[in-house]
Protein backbone atom coordinates (compact mmCIF):
# COMPACT_ATOMS: atom_id res chain seq x y z
CA UNK A 1 0.00 0.00 0.00
CA UNK A 2 1.27 2.95 -0.86
CA UNK A 3 1.70 6.02 1.78
CA UNK A 4 2.00 9.95 1.42
CA UNK A 5 3.06 11.76 4.39
CA UNK A 6 2.96 15.54 4.20
CA UNK A 7 5.15 17.92 6.40
CA UNK A 8 5.49 21.93 6.60
CA UNK A 9 2.17 23.22 7.06
CA UNK A 10 1.11 25.82 9.86
CA UNK A 11 0.22 29.09 10.68
CA UNK A 12 1.75 32.41 8.83
CA UNK A 13 0.27 35.79 7.87
CA UNK A 14 -0.14 37.28 4.60
CA UNK A 15 2.98 37.64 2.76
CA UNK A 16 4.77 34.71 4.16
CA UNK A 17 5.93 31.42 2.69
CA UNK A 18 6.01 27.63 3.65
CA UNK A 19 6.96 24.78 2.02
CA UNK A 20 5.14 21.57 1.85
CA UNK A 21 6.92 17.75 1.32
CA UNK A 22 5.34 14.96 0.64
CA UNK A 23 7.13 12.04 0.77
CA UNK A 24 6.52 8.80 -0.68
CA UNK A 25 6.43 5.03 0.12
CA UNK A 26 7.25 4.04 -3.19
CA UNK A 27 9.08 5.81 -6.15
CA UNK A 28 7.85 8.86 -7.23
CA UNK A 29 8.44 8.09 -10.78
CA UNK A 30 6.21 5.45 -10.47
CA UNK A 31 3.74 7.46 -10.85
CA UNK A 32 2.17 8.96 -13.67
CA UNK A 33 1.45 12.30 -11.98
CA UNK A 34 1.81 13.66 -8.35
CA UNK A 35 0.10 16.70 -7.02
CA UNK A 36 -1.23 19.07 -4.66
CA UNK A 37 -5.00 19.74 -3.33
CA UNK A 38 -6.51 22.21 -1.28
CA UNK A 39 -9.98 21.49 0.64
CA UNK A 40 -11.99 24.43 3.29
CA UNK A 41 -15.26 23.48 4.65
CA UNK A 42 -18.19 23.27 2.37
CA UNK A 43 -15.94 22.78 -0.79
CA UNK A 44 -14.70 20.23 -3.04
CA UNK A 45 -11.27 19.46 -3.13
CA UNK A 46 -9.52 21.36 -5.91
CA UNK A 47 -6.62 21.12 -7.32
CA UNK A 48 -3.40 23.75 -6.78
CA UNK A 49 -0.75 22.49 -8.50
CA UNK A 50 0.48 19.12 -10.19
CA UNK A 51 3.67 17.64 -11.92
CA UNK A 52 3.32 14.35 -14.79
CA UNK A 53 6.33 11.86 -14.69
CA UNK A 54 7.68 13.97 -17.98
CA UNK A 55 7.53 16.65 -15.80
CA UNK A 56 4.68 18.72 -17.06
CA UNK A 57 2.82 20.98 -14.42
CA UNK A 58 0.11 22.41 -14.13
CA UNK A 59 -1.17 25.49 -11.89
CA UNK A 60 -4.56 26.24 -10.41
CA UNK A 61 -4.90 29.83 -11.71
CA UNK A 62 -5.03 31.70 -8.75
CA UNK A 63 -1.47 30.51 -7.71
CA UNK A 64 0.28 30.99 -10.40
CA UNK A 65 3.39 32.85 -10.06
CA UNK A 66 3.57 32.40 -5.98
CA UNK A 67 3.33 28.22 -5.46
CA UNK A 68 6.02 26.10 -7.22
CA UNK A 69 5.79 21.97 -7.43
CA UNK A 70 8.99 20.10 -7.84
CA UNK A 71 10.53 16.87 -6.92
CA UNK A 72 13.54 15.89 -4.88
CA UNK A 73 14.43 12.51 -5.95
CA UNK A 74 17.08 12.04 -3.52
CA UNK A 75 14.51 12.38 -0.81
CA UNK A 76 11.86 10.49 -2.86
CA UNK A 77 9.36 13.61 -2.39
CA UNK A 78 7.51 16.19 -4.22
CA UNK A 79 7.81 20.11 -3.05
CA UNK A 80 5.33 22.60 -2.98
CA UNK A 81 6.36 25.91 -2.11
CA UNK A 82 3.62 29.00 -1.53
CA UNK A 83 4.78 32.51 -1.85
CA UNK A 84 3.18 35.70 -0.99
CA UNK A 85 0.68 33.88 0.94
CA UNK A 86 -3.05 34.93 1.02
CA UNK A 87 -5.90 34.44 3.41
CA UNK A 88 -7.57 32.57 0.51
CA UNK A 89 -5.03 30.03 0.43
CA UNK A 90 -5.84 28.79 3.79
CA UNK A 91 -6.75 25.04 3.95
CA UNK A 92 -5.76 21.51 4.22
CA UNK A 93 -3.40 20.40 1.88
CA UNK A 94 -3.96 16.98 0.70
CA UNK A 95 -0.38 15.30 -1.88
CA UNK A 96 -1.89 12.89 -4.25
CA UNK A 97 -0.67 10.10 -6.19
CA UNK A 98 -1.45 8.56 -9.48
CA UNK A 99 -0.66 5.90 -11.33
CA UNK A 100 -3.51 4.34 -13.84
CA UNK A 101 -6.24 5.90 -13.89
CA UNK A 102 -7.26 9.48 -14.82
CA UNK A 103 -7.65 11.09 -11.01
CA UNK A 104 -5.62 10.51 -7.78
CA UNK A 105 -5.61 7.16 -6.54
CA UNK A 106 -3.25 7.93 -3.47
CA UNK A 107 -3.59 11.11 -0.97
CA UNK A 108 -1.94 11.64 2.13
CA UNK A 109 -3.48 12.79 5.50
CA UNK A 110 -4.15 16.34 4.82
CA UNK A 111 -2.37 19.20 6.27
CA UNK A 112 -3.35 22.28 7.85
CA UNK A 113 -2.36 25.81 6.25
CA UNK A 114 -3.88 28.96 7.95
CA UNK A 115 -2.94 32.28 6.59
CA UNK A 116 -3.78 35.40 8.77
CA UNK A 117 -4.78 38.40 7.38
Known amino acids: QVQLVESGGGLVQTGDSLRLSCAAS????????MGWYRQTPGKQRELVAS???????NYKDSVKGRFTISRDITQNTVLLQMNSLKPEDTGVYYC???????????WGQGIQVTVSS
Open 96 to 106: SATSLGSGPEY
Open 26 to 33: ARIFSFNA
Open 51 to 57: ITRGGII
